[in-house]
């Protein structure tokens, strides 16, 4: 392991993390604000770590990075981006703690959306412009990004893009590594750009427009308002996010396709099928089951059940009703939707419906061998075989998800949390979600979790948004052999 190059690269990132903070910092000058000050503090900080790292750990330059060195650079660059984000935060008065601030920093990054804040709409402009910029900046992965504007990764940096992106099967939309992550940021930042203009013309301000954009197209939820998407009241707002939530939670390849002329991209594709087709089954079954107990409109039952479906699939986290004031049977749906994710290749967190998807038609098969065992049949996705490799690792990673879910809510009821904000949290924190159930529901918040409880979802917002293998590989032994 080259720890040396591995520092080199963190310092990189670091740099740019730095630069990246001159956003906010501008906008804090224009508002006529302090909250630049803390800003400012923190660029300082974080180039000159950055410049650091960079100068002193420089070595020749090195054509290829192994999978072992991949997966560090991946798991150490998140947690050292978490860190340094979070120094905007705590240099501020709005938060009491250092745990608080990295707990934001990293719901930020890794597009978690739970807060600790009590009142959003209190916190300084630029750092509520910070907040959502990291969302946007992790959506699709500052690793990613890196590599995209770094082309002297080369080759290697294939096993970086391996380690990032959020899918079994890595989809190159062009031979290099670096053309495709151009191509998927490119197709990122116009999408943004286009909820932008079309959140500016139905009357919302310029600053929430740039926000709630920055938040949706990654699948993050940080919003503006305390009372979320709910506060502006607007069945046009909701619609709206809720289509462009369906764009984020789609693959990003099959956006480059359609943009490319292929307009029937969607519908070939197998999995974006069983995604928008899981959505609008469970949109259906939610609205009705709340219509009559809850709403007595038709109109607003399918307004107000489908955004919530959507937001929770996609694991964004927006949230327009108190969903804990619904029947039951909603609520149950409502949790199982955060364990199914978005489609991969998108920026969603969760298990993804691809291998949810592998998972069902794996168990047919061998439902199958057992009426037919002398039948030859294989597991296909959009007419191709799935590789055995690639269908062990999908289980492989169902299990260690579950498993790993079942631990940190022991763990955390351990802690004196309760039954019901014990699963909740876990499952929203792990499937990057942002609100759960119990006293982190729609309308509360995380601030109340113990320290070391806070500390415990951070590790399971990493695991999440880093697929689990990432980061949990750094704890088996072997890894670390020669």
């Given at each position: 392991m080259r720890w040396k190059y591995i520092f080199h690269i963190i310092g990189i990132l670091l740099l740019f993390l730095g630069l990246a903070m001159i956003f906010p910092i501008l906008w804090g000058v224009y508002e006529k604000e302090l909250s630049f000050i803390p800003l400012a503090k923190s660029m300082g900080i974080t180039l000159c770590v950055g410049l650091l790292l960079y100068w002193f750990c420089k070595s020749p330059k090195t054509e290829y990075i192994t999978q072992r060195e991949g997966m560090a650079i991946v798991a150490l660059s998140w947690t050292a981006i978490g860190l340094f984000g979070a120094l905007p935060f705590y240099l501020d008065d709005s938060?009491?703690?250092?745990?608080?601030?990295?707990?934001?920093?990293?719901?930020?990054?890794?597009?978690?959306?739970?807060?600790?804040?009590?009142?959003?709409?209190?916190?300084?402009?630029?750092?509520?412009?910070?907040?959502?910029?990291?969302?946007?900046?992790?959506?699709?992965?500052?690793?990613?990004?890196?590599?995209?504007?770094?082309?002297?990764?080369?080759?290697?940096?294939?096993?970086?893009?391996?380690?990032?992106?959020?899918?079994?099967?890595?989809?190159?939309?062009?031979?290099?590594?670096r053309e495709t992550s151009v191509i998927l940021w490119k197709v990122y930042a116009l999408i943004t750009?286009?909820?932008?203009?079309?959140?500016?013309?139905?009357?919302?301000?310029?600053?929430?427009?740039?926000?709630?954009?920055?938040?949706?197209?990654?699948?993050?939820?940080?919003?503006?308002?305390?009372?979320?998407?709910?506060?502006?009241?607007?069945?046009?707002?909701?619609?709206?996010?809720?289509?462009?939530?369906?764009?984020?939670?789609?693959?990003?390849?099959?956006?480059?396709?359609?943009?490319?002329?292929?307009?029937?991209?969607?519908?070939?594709?197998?999995?974006?099928?069983?995604?928008?087709?899981?959505?609008?089954?469970?949109?259906?079954?939610?609205?009705?089951?709340?219509?009559?107990?809850?709403?007595?409109?038709?109109?607003?039952?399918?307004?107000?059940?489908?955004?919530?479906?959507?937001?929770?699939?996609?694991?964004?986290?927006y949230a327009t009703a108190d969903y804990e004031q619904w029947p039951a049977m909603s609520q149950v749906i409502l949790l199982l939707c955060m364990f199914l994710g978005a489609s991969a290749g998108s920026t969603g967190g969760g298990m993804k419906c691809l291998r949810i998807m592998l998972c069902f038609k794996y168990c047919y098969r061998e439902l199958f061998s057992m009426i037919h065992p002398r039948a030859v049949s294989h597991v296909k996705i959009n007419g191709k075989t799935v590789p055995d490799d690639v269908m062990r690792s999908v289980l492989v990673f169902l299990a260690l998800y579950m498993g790993l879910f079942a631990l940190c809510s022991a763990l955390l009821a351990g802690l004196g949390v309760d039954l019901v904000t014990s699963f909740g949290a876990v499952a929203s924190a792990i499937g990057n979600i942002g609100p759960g159930f119990g006293m982190v529901g729609p309308v509360e918040n995380y601030a109340r979790i113990p320290v070391m409880g806070k500390w415990l979802l951070t590790l399971c917002m990493l695991l999440g948004r880093l697929e689990i293998y990432t980061v949990i590989i750094l704890v088996v032994p072997e890894f670390w052999k020669k």
């Open positions: 938060f009491i703690s250092f745990t608080d601030a990295f707990f934001e920093s990293v719901s930020g990054f890794t597009t978690t959306g739970a807060s600790i804040l009590n009142s959003i709409e209190t916190l300084p402009r630029g750092l509520l412009l910070w907040r959502s910029f990291i969302q946007w900046l992790g959506g699709m992965g500052i690793i990613v990004l890196s590599v995209a504007i770094l082309p002297f990764l080369g080759v290697g940096g294939m096993q970086l893009y391996k380690a990032e992106v959020p899918t079994p099967v890595p989809d190159k939309l062009k031979p290099r590594i750009l286009a909820e932008v203009l079309l959140l500016r013309l139905g009357g919302m301000s310029l600053f929430d427009a740039l926000n709630h954009a920055f938040t949706t197209m990654p699948t993050g939820g940080f919003s503006t308002k305390n009372a979320s998407v709910a506060h502006f009241d607007s069945a046009y707002f909701d619609w709206l996010i809720l289509l462009f939530m369906i764009l984020a939670g789609i693959n990003f390849s099959l956006h480059y396709q359609m943009l490319r002329g292929k307009t029937l991209a969607f519908w070939r594709d197998s999995e974006c099928r069983f995604f928008l087709s899981t959505i609008l089954l469970l949109s259906l079954i939610v609205s009705f089951n709340i219509y009559g107990s809850v709403y007595h409109s038709i109109v607003q039952a399918i307004r107000y059940g489908s955004f919530q479906v959507v937001s929770i699939v996609t694991t964004t986290g």
